[in-house]
Nanobody
Framework: QVQLVESGGGSVQAGGSLRLSCAAFGYTYSIAYINYMGWFRQAPGKEREGVAGIYTGGGGTYYADSVKGRFTISHDNAKNTVYLQMNSLKPEDTAMYYC???????????????RGKGTLVTISS
């Protein structure tokens, strides 16, 4: 099995930046078969949504329209870690951010093979 551990959440003012990290731990064999890692978020009273994702092998990326140009996803194969650099943060970015990993890109968080417990991001105006 694979465990995903998120870190880097916190509280910042609008316009600020945060960098989220998600490290994969577990059987090397299982980690090696992860093809896609992504970030989802869920704001209070709203549905969970996909924010950004990356194919760990080829580096192809996905961004939600709401974060394009502000967020950057990257992956370090040696560390089995995916990062989400978030710049120009807005109050509407406030949410619990979840890391997920699996075989393919999907907007369905529940369909991801492995899922983290989340890290809270709070943006004040």
């Amino acid at each position: 099995q694979v465990q995903l551990v998120e870190s880097g959440g916190g509280s910042v003012q609008a316009g600020g930046s945060l960098r989220l990290s998600c490290a994969a731990f577990g059987y090397t064999y299982s980690i090696a078969y992860i093809n896609y890692m992504g970030w989802f978020r869920q704001a209070p009273g709203k549905e969970r949504e996909g924010v950004a994702g990356i194919y760990t092998g080829g580096g192809g990326t996905y961004y939600a329209d709401s974060v394009k140009g502000r967020f950057t996803i990257s992956h370090d194969n040696a560390k089995n870690t995916v990062y989400l650099q978030m710049n120009s943060l807005k109050p509407e970015d406030t949410a619990m951010y979840y890391c997920a990993a699996g075989d393919f890109m999907t907007a369905n968080y529940d369909a991801m093979k492995y899922r983290g417990k989340g890290t809270l991001v709070t943006i004040s105006s």
